[in-house]
């Protein structure tokens, strides 16, 4: 019991910060977020849709499903 009572005031401050830590994570979040829509609605359209693109990584996406090949492995012998 003893135990409990001095850990309930540690974890008390410990939440609190958590709190706060939360907070300023989220303030930081919306930041970027605003900062970044600023950035694309400054685009035209076709660098906005490159840009589209680019953070999808389709063009990646296709390398690698264009590199798959059959190596065998259910080949029937």
Same mark, same amino acid.
């Given at each position: 019991m003893r135990?409990? !009572?001095k850990i309930q005031p540690l974890?008390?401050?410990e !939440?609190?910060?958590?709190?706060?830590s939360i907070a300023v994570a989220k303030e930081e979040a919306l930041i970027f977020l605003a900062q970044e829509r600023e950035k694309i609605?400054?685009?035209s359209h076709k660098e906005a849709l490159k840009e589209l693109i680019k953070v999808h990584k389709i063009e990646s996406k296709i390398k690698t499903i264009n590199a798959i090949?059959?190596?065998g492995l259910f080949t029937l012998k």
């Open positions: 135990f409990q !009572k974890w008390n401050i !939440k609190g910060v958590a709190t706060e609605m400054r685009m090949t059959d190596n």
